[in-house]
């Protein structure tokens, strides 16, 4: 199968604008989790989307949003983009059933430098 | 903000050794979850432990868990410079509201010399 993808690779954008992500999960999964990897703070949880439902969301101001579609791929969108924005973001996809519950399997990734 | 810390933040060893991360982490959770991360790419499974499994195997690694302690440990046996990388370890939470959200500690950077 294919792995999860993520576009685009590298992005930039200057304060005030908006930018949207897109995944594709593994054919299959439907559960698409969102995650911010920046030095700083680590790797943090955005939210979670399954049957194109938010599950769960982070603790992040609502400037981040996202949504999913019927075929489980996956956007994200940043309103305002701030200096502070500037990280990889991740997503990964999962399957909801099964031995391996919660096992993650993540994109490339999409680096957005913010300047 | 991070369910805990690994311990040690890097780790510099030649090809051949054991390499020995630890984890902490502070909720009651439904599984543990070791990852490698490649210069700022996407992160790679490795193993998966349940909350009432206390030992798990694959490969060359050993992943110990002890929810006692909220602790685990993962030891990567006969390392390669391959190894090099970050490895970072995840929590599920307990409860069923949790699912989709892993929880991340900081990481701790293995290099492994040739």
């Known amino acids: 199968k294919a792995g999860v993808t993520q576009t685009p690779r590298y992005l930039i954008k200057t304060r005030g604008q908006q930018v949207t992500l897109s995944c594709s999960p593994i054919?299959?999964?439907?559960?698409v989790s969102w995650y911010q990897q920046t030095p700083g703070q680590g790797l943090q949880f955005l939210f979670e989307?399954?049957?194109?439902?938010?599950?769960n969301k982070g603790n992040f101001p609502g400037r981040f949003s996202g949504r999913q579609f019927s075929n489980s791929r996956s956007e994200m969108n940043v309103s305002t983009l701030e200096l502070g924005d500037s990280a990889l973001y991740l997503c990964?996809?999962?399957?909801?059933?099964?031995?391996?519950?919660?096992?993650?399997?993540f994109g490339p990734g999409t680096r957005l430098l913010v300047l | 903000s991070q369910q805990g810390e690994e311990d040690p933040q890097a780790l510099s060893i030649q090809e051949g050794e054991n390499a020995t991360m630890n984890c902490s982490y502070k909720?009651?959770?439904?599984?543990l979850q070791w990852y490698r991360q490649n210069s700022g790419r996407g992160l790679v499974h490795l193993i998966l432990?349940?909350?009432?499994?206390r030992e798990k195997h694959s490969g060359r690694l050993r992943v110990t868990l002890d929810t006692s302690k909220k602790s685990s440990s993962l030891l990567i046996t006969a390392s390669r410079a391959a190894d090099t990388a970050s490895y970072f370890c995840?929590?599920?939470?307990?409860?069923?509201?949790?699912?989709?959200?892993?929880?991340f500690g900081q990481g701790t950077i293995l290099t492994v010399h040739p």
């Open positions: 432990i349940r909350s009432n499994e």
């Open positions: 909720t009651s959770i439904n599984n």
């Open positions: 054919s299959g999964h439907r559960s």
């Open positions: 989307y399954f049957s194109e439902t938010q599950r």
């Open positions: 990964a996809s999962s399957l909801r059933t099964g031995g391996e519950f919660g096992t993650q399997y």
């Open positions: 995840a929590t599920l939470n307990a409860g069923g509201t949790s699912y989709g959200k892993l929880t």
